[in-house]
């Protein structure tokens, strides 16, 4: 089987891609190992809706949600119907139920081999996800046997998890709504907090999204980031998708009772072990949601509407004196351990020379490095801020299909040997 190129992936990455391509009349097939959105399908929980207002969420060649509350905030389900109309709206070859298990360099371009047969291609988009498989850290290994241990990617609802305490490993936007919500069912939840990015789901009467749109923040280049590898691994924002449009940070937990701790770093013989700067966490993250909310307010002096609120900052995050460094999960009653620690991509089917010393990939923008004509979509800071969220994929989809058309052409024009410049970075 051939096609000019093969894209690996049908969620919304993969499918803006096929769009993008179909444009260009470039034949192509989207090799998919579940459904459609199959991440979408089977590793969210139950009550989660997106964090990005509906408005937010336009795709190339996308018809709009009829009848969406632009201003709200979609659950799973309604995402993933969504995304099935557009897969058939924008009529991609989708193949679900193929699982690609390799991917290796010809002398005519690449094979990509799959559990229903082989593909050669010129080119290949790798639209797999950047959230693969739960990235654990080296304690769950130590969390005792008759202590539940689960991923997000496995967590449904309260009811998945024994009655008892609950630690929450992680303070980003999964961390804080699954202990909120485990706070809500009645249990008793302590959340470890590192690192994380405080932000108000709304401010001076707009919604977070809205001010990161017009201050120019979800613009801001992989190319402009002064330490992009970190940039890539920030957590995601304190933000939920609620009806309500409610805030959710520390504070909020608190005052649901949530205990907060430091930093998580081993568990030894059941003793869970914190880092002891939680005051010093919550201060940085004070700290930038200041300079983000001061970039906010100046933008708004030149540019913004009359109809703003005043500016008023969220209070500093409070925290105990002496927050614990140490807990006994059993003697206090802890039954669950949920890693909400993130997720990592899984390139261990890759046959190319194009992983770092780390297992990373390595790629310009999504320009693969040493594999021409492979790309790579759906990552954090892909190519600007904004490739963090699905409605990021209309950029960076119109850019690297681009430069795909010119690697065919120059591929076909050029001797042996001679390489593809690379994409511009303006």
């Not at 008892?164 to 202990?179: K, M, R």
């Not at 925290?319 to 997720?343: F, K, Q």
Request: charged share 25%.
């Amino acid at each position: 089987m051939h096609a000019t190129t093969v894209i690996i992936g049908a969620g919304h990455a993969g499918l803006a891609m096929s769009r993008r391509l179909t444009e260009r009349s470039i034949d192509h097939v989207v090799l998919e190992r579940g459904e459609v959105a199959n991440s979408w399908r089977t590793e969210r929980w139950d009550s989660l809706r997106l964090l990005t207002p509906t408005w937010h969420l336009g795709l190339p060649g996308d018809g709009g949600l009829a009848g969406a509350d632009p201003d709200g905030f979609l659950t799973v389900p309604e995402l993933v119907a969504h995304l099935d109309g557009y897969a058939a709206t924008v009529a991609a070859p989708v193949h679900t139920g193929t699982t690609v298990t390799r991917v290796a360099a010809t002398d005519a371009g690449y094979e990509v081999t799959t559990d229903r047969g082989t593909w050669t291609c010129a080119s290949v988009v790798l639209a797999s996800g950047a959230h693969t498989v739960a990235s654990l850290p080296a304690a769950a290994e130590d969390v005792p046997d008759d202590v539940t241990s689960i991923s997000t990617a496995r967590y449904r609802s309260p009811a998945d998890v024994p009655e008892g305490g609950v630690l929450v490993v992680g303070a980003s936007a999964s961390g804080v709504q699954l202990a909120d919500e485990l706070a809500r069912s009645g249990r008793r939840v302590t959340i470890a907090t590192g690192e994380h990015v405080r932000m108000p789901r709304a401010y001076r009467g707009r919604d977070a999204f809205w001010w990161m749109e017009r201050a120019g923040v979800l613009d801001e280049r992989y190319d402009e980031v002064d330490d992009i590898v970190r940039a890539r691994h920030t957590p995601s924002p304190q933000l939920v998708g609620s009806p309500d449009h409610a805030d959710i940070d520390l504070g909020t937990l608190q005052a649901r009772g949530v205990e907060v701790v430091g930093k998580l770093g081993r568990i030894r013989d059941g003793v869970a072990q914190f880092s002891g700067g939680l005051a010093n966490t919550v201060r940085l993250a004070d700290l930038k949601l200041g300079r983000l909310l001061e970039r906010f307010d100046a933008w708004a002096r030149e540019q913004g509407p009359d109809d703003l609120g005043d500016p008023h900052h969220p209070d500093p995050t409070t925290v105990g004196s002496a927050p614990r460094t140490e807990i006994d999960l059993h003697r206090e009653g802890i039954r669950t351990v949920l890693w909400a620690t993130g997720y990592r991509p899984d390139h261990s089917w890759l046959a190319l020379p194009v992983l770092d010393h780390k297992g990373r990939l390595e790629h310009d923008g999504g320009v693969v490095t040493g594999a021409p004509g492979v790309y790579v979509l759906g990552s954090s800071l892909l190519r600007r801020r904004r490739s963090t969220y699905i409605g990021g994929a209309g950029q960076d989809t119109a850019e690297l299909a681009d430069h795909l058309v010119g690697h065919l052409a120059d591929r076909s024009a050029r001797p042996a040997g001679r390489a593809q410049e690379p994409l511009s970075r303006r």
